[in-house]
């Protein structure tokens, strides 16, 4: 990889051997294989059996878990936070899962929609809760870097399955404890 990276500088018009670029290929590699760790890790491995029988049965929510990812199409950032609700079917988590399960998805080259989804659908694999929500908002730098350049801006996907999707007053109960922020 390093050596790639040296070809990169040099396409850019760089020279690789100037000083401060002389440990850029390393530094450069070691960072890619952190921001994409995620490939690395697996669900049944990363829960470690952290799945307990309990008689549960309303919704459990996890708000803004922050996270970092890099855009499949340009390979540049995007980050923001995600907000993680399921309804459980006799199975709880426990809560720390629930950001690895992020972490996991947005440790890979991704698309902000399809990390979405691949997060519900992992804890509706872990678990069979009665439903599962997600919603993602994130700040993309492919957008507000290169072309249309629009700093302010900001996506918001979501997945809703099972109950949530079924029942519109569990949506939108959801949906309400989102939009409530710490005092």
């Given at each position: 990889?390093?050596?790639?990276?040296?070809?990169?500088?040099?396409?850019?018009?760089?020279?690789?051997?100037?000083?401060?670029?002389?440990?850029?290929?390393?530094?450069?590699?070691?960072?890619?294989?952190?921001?994409?760790?995620?490939?690395?890790?697996?669900?049944?491995?990363?829960?470690?059996?952290?799945?307990?029988?309990?008689?549960?049965?309303?919704?459990?929510?996890?708000?803004?878990?922050?996270?970092?990812?890099?855009?499949?199409?340009?390979?540049?950032?995007?980050?923001?936070?995600?907000?993680?609700a399921y309804?459980?079917?006799?199975?709880?988590?426990?809560?720390?899962?629930?950001?690895?399960?992020?972490?996991?998805?947005?440790?890979?080259?991704?698309?902000?929609?399809?990390?979405?989804?691949?997060i519900a659908?992992?804890?509706?694999?872990?678990?069979?809760?009665?439903?599962?929500?997600?919603?993602?908002?994130?700040?993309?730098?492919?957008?507000?870097m290169r072309?249309?350049?629009?700093?302010?801006?900001?996506?918001?996907?979501?997945?809703?399955?099972?109950?949530?999707?079924?029942?519109?007053?569990?949506?939108?109960?959801?949906?309400?404890?989102?939009?409530?922020?710490?005092?």
């Open positions: 990889m390093q050596d790639n990276i040296k070809e990169i500088l040099e396409s850019l018009g760089e020279d690789p051997n100037r000083e401060g670029l002389l440990a850029t290929p390393r530094r450069v590699e070691q960072s890619l294989q952190d921001l994409t760790r995620g490939y690395e890790m697996d669900l049944t491995t990363l829960l470690n059996g952290a799945i307990f029988q309990e008689e549960v049965d309303e919704m459990v929510l996890v708000k803004d878990i922050e996270f970092y990812s890099l855009c499949e199409h340009h390979m540049l950032p995007f980050f923001g936070k995600v907000h993680v309804i459980p079917d006799g199975k709880i988590i426990g809560l720390s899962k629930i950001p690895r399960i992020v972490e996991m998805y947005a440790r890979r080259l991704q698309v902000q929609e399809r990390m979405t989804t691949e659908k992992a804890l509706e694999e872990a678990l069979a809760p009665r439903g599962v929500a997600v919603v993602t908002e994130a700040a993309h730098l492919c957008m507000m072309g249309v350049e629009k700093q302010s801006s900001s996506a918001t996907a979501s997945c809703m399955l099972g109950l949530f999707r079924e029942d519109s007053r569990t949506r939108s109960e959801f949906l309400a404890l989102l939009a409530q922020r710490r005092g």
